[in-house]
């Protein structure tokens, strides 16, 4: 020991391994690593920037900013997901919301990840790429030599056997504008008139809530954990506040900005508040809370994209976070009641022209 501090030799040998080498497909080659090995700076975790950023839309134009675009087409995109995330539920709950369900399939991984990341239960076929088990293929077969990770969702071109897209902010818009005469419906979930108010609460959500919860369960410094709980539960004091008073984020229409909330608040309770130990309140105690996760839950084809189950198990199933992987049987939550919200005035979705 020396001037009060411990030094651990393998430690900071390991840490230096980290720098160049945390992540766990390096030049195309699998390395088993736990989740965000690579993201953990100084005891607090910074998630990576997603790399594919292609565009899909209805006649192959560049998307927004001049972004690469395909054409879209019933048929030739799939998604590769997982329940228990996130980020790739919020793609599933726009393809249904949108009524793309017939013309993008989707492929579920089993809830948590193996030794080699996400994975199927069955051999799946990309197209292209051929029969698969491991989600890590759909990278490689992008990029023989890509390093980085192999995250779910991603958003799958079956005709050119490539991943188009696997950041869920962008697959949400793509979803939301790119399938127009092929999607079910003509709603639109980013109104023209709506967006700075929808990229007001997309702003104060993410890093707070969205990507707070993470920065709460992986920290690994006490610091770093006080700062995102306490970041989590403002912002949730915030929205509480607003939604007693508002039936969604953005006024009466129904918008992007709640289906990136829900996700995270139909986690809460079952998830984020024992496993990544965010337990200053469970949703269920706060006010307006409960009645608009009802509500959101309740809505038609929403439900079908929540496994709360495969929810429990993946976030439990963190190696770094519960070593033992024990599951806790609570808490029971009740999300089929009533939302009793009719008291506050909402239109629903709004269509292309806010009708
Ligand atoms: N920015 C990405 C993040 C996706 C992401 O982090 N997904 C997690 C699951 S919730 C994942 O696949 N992690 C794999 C890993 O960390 O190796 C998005 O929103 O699409």
């Known amino acids: 020991m020396t001037n009060g501090t411990v030094r651990f030799p393998l430690s900071s040998a390991l840490r230096r391994e980290r720098k160049t080498d945390a992540v766990p497909l390096v030049n195309g080659e699998w390395r088993d690593k736990p989740p965000a090995a690579d993201e953990i700076k100084g005891g607090a975790f910074h998630r990576l920037e997603s790399p594919f950023r292609d565009w899909i839309t209805p006649d192959g134009s560049p998307g927004p900013d001049g972004k690469s675009a395909s054409a879209a087409e019933p048929g030739r995109y799939e998604l590769y997901i997982a329940y228990s995330c996130p980020w790739a539920s919020r793609t599933l709950a726009v393809r249904a919301l949108k009524g793309l369900e017939d013309a993008i399939a989707v492929h579920a991984a089993e809830p948590f990840m193996g030794s080699e990341g996400w994975h199927y239960a069955q051999e799946q076929n990309g197209g292209a790429t051929g029969p698969f088990h491991n989600h890590h293929r759909l990278y490689t077969a992008t990029d023989a030599a890509f390093t980085g990770k192999a995250t779910v969702p991603v958003l799958w071109d079956r005709a050119e056997g490539r991943i188009v897209n696997n950041e869920s902010a962008d697959i949400v818009r793509i979803l939301n504008d790119g399938f127009i005469g092929i999607a ?83 986690r809460f309770d079952i998830a984020y508040y024992g496993a990544f130990k965010c337990n200053l309140r469970y949703i269920d105690e706060y006010a307006a809370l409960p009645g608009y996760l009802r509500e959101i839950y309740q809505w038609p ?52 022209t806010l009708t």
């Open 184 to 266: 079910g419906n003509d709603l639109d979930l980013y109104p023209e008139a709506l967006r700075p108010e929808i990229d007001r609460w997309n702003d104060r959500i993410y890093p707070a809530l969205n990507n707070g919860v993470y920065r709460a369960g992986f920290a690994t410094a006490q610091h770093a954990y006080d700062e995102a709980v306490r970041d989590v539960f403002e912002a949730l004091d915030e929205i509480d506040a607003h939604l007693a008073a508002h039936r969604y984020l953005a006024g009466e229409w129904l918008t992007e900005a709640d289906i990136r909330l829900f996700v995270t608040l139909i």
């Open 301 to 352: 084809g929403i439900a079908g994209t929540v496994n709360l189950d495969h929810i429990k198990r993946g976030y439990y199933g963190i190696r770094t976070v519960n070593p033992t992987q024990i599951v806790p049987i609570g808490p029971e939550i009740d999300i089929d009641g009533p939302p009793g919200r009719d008291a506050l005035s909402g239109k629903g979705v709004a269509t292309r």
